[in-house]
C-alpha cells in the first residue's frame, strides 16, 4: 500500500473520515519480544503472547507507513484518549495497521490530528489494538 502524502492542514483535514490501510505485514519475533521484556520487566501475560504495551509502541512504527505530512516542521505524539486491547496477538504473528482520521482542529500555530488506528494479527477474529491517538503538528 502507498503511503498517503498531506500537505498542512488543509492536507489533513481533507482527511476526516477516511480510512488508510491497511498497511503492510510486519512482525514481532520472539527476540524482539523479550528485548521488550527485558527492557520493561515481567509481563504478567500468558507465554506466547505479544505484550499489549509492545503493541502499542508499534503505532509509531506503523502509522507513518500510512500517513505522511508536509508543509510542517515538528510533529508531537501529544497521547492516547483511548486504548484498547480486544485479543492476544501470537509472537510472529503478522501485524498490520489501519488509520482513520477523526478529527483535525486548528490550534495556534499548526494542528491537532485525532486518529483511529486499529492493529490486526493475521489469524486473529478481533483487532489486537484500537487506539485513539492525538498527534500535534506545528507549521
Do not use: K
Not at 501529544?78 to 498490520?96: K, N
Not at 489501519?98 to 477474529?125: H, K, N, Q, Y
Amino acid at each position: 500500500m502507498a503511503v498517503t502524502v498531506a500537505h498542512g492542514v488543509e492536507g489533513v483535514q481533507e482527511l476526516v473520515g477516511r480510512t488508510l490501510g491497511p498497511g503492510e505485514w510486519a512482525t514481532l519475533s520472539a527476540e524482539q519480544v523479550t528485548g521488550f521484556l527485558l527492557s520493561a520487566g515481567p509481563d504478567p501475560g500468558p507465554d506466547g503472547v505479544v505484550p499489549p504495551y509492545l503493541l502499542l509502541s508499534l503505532v509509531s512504527r506503523l502509522a507513518p507507513e500510512l500517513l505522511s505530512t508536509t508543509g510542517f516542521r515538528m510533529g508531537v505524539n501529544y497521547g492516547c484518549d483511548q486504548v484498547r486491547f480486544p485479543a492476544a496477538a501470537p509472537v510472529g504473528a503478522r501485524l498490520r495497521a489501519s488509520l482513520t482520521v477523526d478529527r483535525v482542529d486548528p490550534i495556534d500555530g499548526g494542528a491537532a490530528m485525532w486518529s483511529t488506528v486499529t492493529i490486526e494479527a493475521e489469524g486473529v477474529g478481533e483487532p489486537v489494538l484500537v487506539a485513539v491517538t492525538l498527534v500535534r503538528r506545528y507549521v
